[in-house]
């Protein structure tokens, strides 16, 4: 089970998402630290996902897959934890959060420990947000 590491900034959810679902010899100030070693924008000058390569360098495997994947994954047993992206088109910003098969583990500040998918998903829906259309995961070591 993943367990919450809450944003120090409003910036950081990937640092945060990326440590979760590394596992616990991951933490925040490793993730951090680490970042630092891959670009955060591409040569085109668009936003990287640098977690893609961090993840690949530290052994783990991942893939991305549809979006509506993400509510079979309570019947992965535990293996496949994944991050989930967003744009919060009102604040022309984005955001990322964990999954695992207990549910939605969001870094942002007063989330919960855990939330269902389905009702995430339908609240923050509500609240003007636009999911991608797929999402990344990620078989643990």
Same mark, same amino acid.
């Given at each position: 089970?993943?367990?919450?590491?809450?944003?120090?900034?409003?910036?950081?959810? /990937? @640092?945060?998402? +990326?440590? #979760?679902?590394?596992?616990?010899?991951?933490?925040?100030?490793? &993730?951090?630290? *680490?970042?630092?070693?891959?670009?955060?924008?591409?040569?085109?000058?668009?936003?990287?996902?640098?977690?893609?390569?961090?993840?690949?360098?530290?052994?783990?495997?991942?893939?991305?897959?549809?979006?509506?994947?993400?509510?079979?994954?309570?019947?992965?047993?535990?293996? /496949? @934890?994944?991050? +989930?992206? #967003?744009?919060?088109?009102?604040?022309?910003?984005?955001?990322? &959060?964990?999954? *695992?098969?207990?549910?939605?583990?969001?870094?942002?500040?007063?989330?919960?420990?855990?939330?269902?998918?389905?009702?995430?998903?339908?609240?923050?829906?509500?609240?003007?947000?636009?999911?991608?259309?797929?999402?990344?995961?990620?078989?643990?070591?």
């Amino acid at each position: 089970m993943i367990v919450r590491i809450p944003q120090r900034t409003q910036i950081d959810c /990937v @640092v945060c998402t +990326v440590a #979760m679902v590394m596992g616990s010899e991951y933490g925040y100030e490793r &993730v951090l630290c *680490d970042s630092s070693r891959y670009p955060k924008i591409s040569p085109e000058g668009k936003f990287s996902a640098w977690w893609e390569t961090y993840l690949r360098d530290e052994g783990f495997e991942s893939v991305y897959c549809h979006f509506n994947g993400l509510y079979a994954l309570s019947q992965s047993g535990g293996d /496949v @934890v994944g991050i +989930v992206g #967003m744009d919060i088109p009102h604040r022309a910003s984005g955001h990322i &959060v964990a999954v *695992d098969e207990f549910g939605v583990v969001d870094p942002a500040d007063n989330a919960p420990e855990h939330g269902a998918i389905a009702e995430y998903v339908h609240t923050r829906l509500l609240d003007g947000v636009v999911f991608h259309s797929e999402w990344l995961a990620i078989r643990k070591k």
